[in-house]
C-alpha cells in the first residue's frame, strides 16, 4: 500500500467497498423474482388488504424504513410488534426479512401468519433456511455467507480481506437498505406517484 | 438506451446509482470532520459516560441501528424515545442526526442536552443548520439538496435525471447507513476489537 | 399498627393504597370535561380522519396501550414516534398526555398540530401548564403534585405519608391508564361495540 | 338504580369498578410468591448481572413501564424487542409477562433464555400454562378468566355484570400495572432508595 493510500481513512475505503458490494448485488438479486414480490406489494394495494413487515434487530430496522415509504405510497402497511398492528387474515401479505432465515421471531411470526392464511414474501441470503421453506415466494439479497464462498476473484479481492470490517449481518443490512428503497422506486414508478404524492403523506409532527 | 439496457429493472438501475451516489459520498466526507467525531464517540469509553442518539423517521432508525453497534463495541449507548433513557450530564454525548438539520424533536432534545452540558455531535447535511449552529461539532453527509445544486456534471447525469425515484430524505439516508457503519468499521480498528468480540454482546434471544 | 398488619407486605399495602387513590380520582375527574372530549374523540370515527397520540416516558406507554383499543375499536389511530404515522390535518385529532403538561415532546408536537389546524385534547394534571393552554379542551386528572395541597384529610391519611412509595408520576400513570380504559369503556358501550367486535380487530400474530 | 346514580357516567363507574377489581387482586396475590420474586431481581443489583423483561401488546407496556423503574433504580434492565438488548447467560434474569401464559414471543423469548441458562420469572393468570411451566418462578395475578368462575358473591357482582366493559386483557393489565409499581415501591423501601435517588437516573432529555 502506497503511503498515499494508507492515508486514506478507514471511512472513506469502508464506504467505497460497500458501494462496490451494492454494486455486485445488484447483479446478484434476480429480476424475475423482484418482479412477482412486487406483484405480490401491488396486489395489497387496496383498502380491504394489509401488509404486515417483520424482522429483528437492525434487518427489523431496515424493515421500518421500507414500511414508512408503503405507508407514504399509500399502503395499508404495519410494522411487527409495534402498537398499532390489527389482525391478519386471508389475502394480507407478511413481508419477512431475516438475512439467515432462522431468526426465531420472524419464522413465529411468518408460521402464525400462515396460520391465518396470509401470503408471506420472505427476503433472505438463504434459499434453504426454514423461513424461505413455509414463504409464498422468496427474493434473495447477498450477504456475507455468501460471500465467503464467491468465486468471483475481483470480489473477494475488494471484499475478503476487510470482510471484519463488516461484522455480523453488516452487508446484508446495508443490501437491504438499499434494495428496499429500490423496490419504492420501481413502485413509484409503477404507480405513477410523485414525490409531491409521497410528501403528502409524510408526518408533518415528528 | 439501448434495447438490452431498457429491459434492466428499475430495481437493478436504482441499486447501482445509489451505489455510484456513495462513491460520491465517500469523496464530499471530510476526513479530519470524521477523525474528530469519533475521537469525541472514543472520549465516551468509559464506563461512567453515556452516548445518547437521536433522529427522527428514518434517520432516527439508522441511528437505533448504530446504537446496536455502539452497544456490540461495548458503549454505554441509550436511544432517544426509548425504555432505558437514563439522564444525560456533564461529560455525555449525544450524537444528533437530521438531514435538513431542522427535525423538531432532534433539535429540542440536543438543546436540552446543552443544558446539561452534554457535548453535542451532529450530523447533517447542513452547516448552517439550527442543529448544526448548537452543535460541539458536525459531520456533512450529502443529502439531496445539496445534489440538486451539484456541479459535477458527471454527478448530475448519474442521479439527476433520476432524482425522483430517491424520493424525500432517501439519499441522505441512504449514505447515513453507510457512513455510520463506517464509522463501526473505523472504531472496531481503533479498539482492536473483532467480530468475535461484537458476538459476545450480540442479543442472544431475539 | 398492629402485628397483624405489620406482616402485611408493603406490596399488598401499596395496590391497597392505588386503588384507594383511584377511588379519590373518580370523584375528582369531572363528567362534563370527559364527555367533552369523548365526543371530540367519536367525531374521529370516520374514515378520512385521524387520531395521533403523544405522551413521553410512562405516559407515553398509556398512550400506546389506549391507542391499541381505539384500533380496536376501528379508529384511525396512530402513535407519535412509531413508523406509521401519517400526516395530521384539519380536523385530525391529537391526544396529548403529560401530568406536567410542560413535557418538551408533548408541547412541541401539540404545537405542530395546531400549526396544522388539528384538535388538541389534553389530558394533564395542570389546568394552567403550556399543554393546556394551546390545547382545544383539557381533562384534569389527579397526579401526586395535587394530592400534596390536598384537604381531604382521609385521602391525605390514606396517600400522604406513603407518597414516597409512588414516586415521580406513579399517582398520575397509574390514574391515567385507568381513566383511558374507562374511557374504552364508555366508547364501547356509546358505540354499542361488543368484545367480539373487538376481538376481530385485535393482532392475531405476536 | 335509583336516577341520581344512573347519572353516574360510565368513566366514573368504571373506575371504581376497577379500584374494586385491584383491591380484589391484592387479596389474591400470595405474599411469598411476590417475596421470592423480589428477591429474585433483587439478586440482579450486581454490576456484572442483567435483567430483560418481555411482553406482548399491552403486557409488553406495562413490562416497559416496570423496566423505566428498575433503571432508575439502578438495575442493569433491559426490554426485548427494544435497540439496546445485549446478551443474556448464566445467572442473569428474564422477566416474562402474559396473563394467559401462552403469547407465542413471549414463551420463545422465555425458552431461549432458559437455553443460555438465565432464569425466568413469569407473572401471569395461569399457573399451568405452557410460560408457566418453563419459568422458575411464577407470580399469579388475577385476570378476567380468573374472575368469570370466582366464588366470592360480592366480586361477582361487582364486576360479573359489567366484565365486558373490561374487554380483552384489560382486567389483567390494569392489576399487572399496579402491582409492577407495588414491586418498586417495596424494592425502594428494601433498598432504602428515596425518590431524590431515582430522579438521578431519570431521563433529562425527552
Given amino acids: 500500500m502506497s503511503s498515499k493510500e494508507s492515508k486514506e481513512s478507514v471511512v472513506k475505503r469502508f464506504m467505497q467497498e460497500m458501494a462496490y458490494y451494492v454494486l455486485y448485488a445488484a447483479k446478484i438479486v434476480k429480476d424475475d423474482d423482484v418482479e412477482k414480490g412486487i406483484d405480490m406489494i401491488l396486489d395489497s394495494l ?7 413487515v417483520v424482522g429483528a434487530g ?84 447477498p450477504g456475507r455467507t455468501k460471500m465467503a464462498a464467491e468465486e468471483d476473484y475481483t470480489i473477494r479481492q475488494i471484499l475478503g480481506e476487510h470482510e471484519p ?17 429500490s423496490v419504492i422506486a420501481e413502485l413509484m414508478q409503477r404507480l405513477g406517484k410523485t414525490e409531491q404524492d409521497l410528501k403528502k403523506r409524510h408526518a408533518t409532527i415528528e
Same sequence: chains 1, 2, 3, 4.
Fill in 46 to 52: 387496496n383498502d380491504s388488504k394489509k401488509i404486515l
Fill in 58 to 141: 437492525r434487518s427489523g430496522l431496515a424493515a421500518k424504513a421500507f414500511a414508512m415509504r408503503l405507508m407514504h405510497l399509500g399502503f395499508n402497511v404495519f410494522v411487527f410488534g409495534e402498537t398499532i398492528t390489527p389482525a391478519l387474515g386471508d389475502g394480507d401479505l407478511i413481508i419477512s426479512i431475516s438475512g439467515s432465515g432462522i431468526t426465531k421471531v420472524v419464522v413465529t411470526a411468518s408460521s402464525a401468519a400462515k396460520d391465518v392464511k396470509a401470503r408471506i414474501l420472505a427476503i433472505t441470503s438463504h434459499a434453504d433456511s426454514p423461513l424461505a421453506k413455509l414463504s409464498d415466494h422468496i427474493i434473495i439479497i
Fill in 165 to 181: 470490517l463488516a461484522p455480523l449481518g453488516t452487508l446484508f443490512e446495508i443490501t437491504l437498505n438499499i434494495f428496499l428503497d
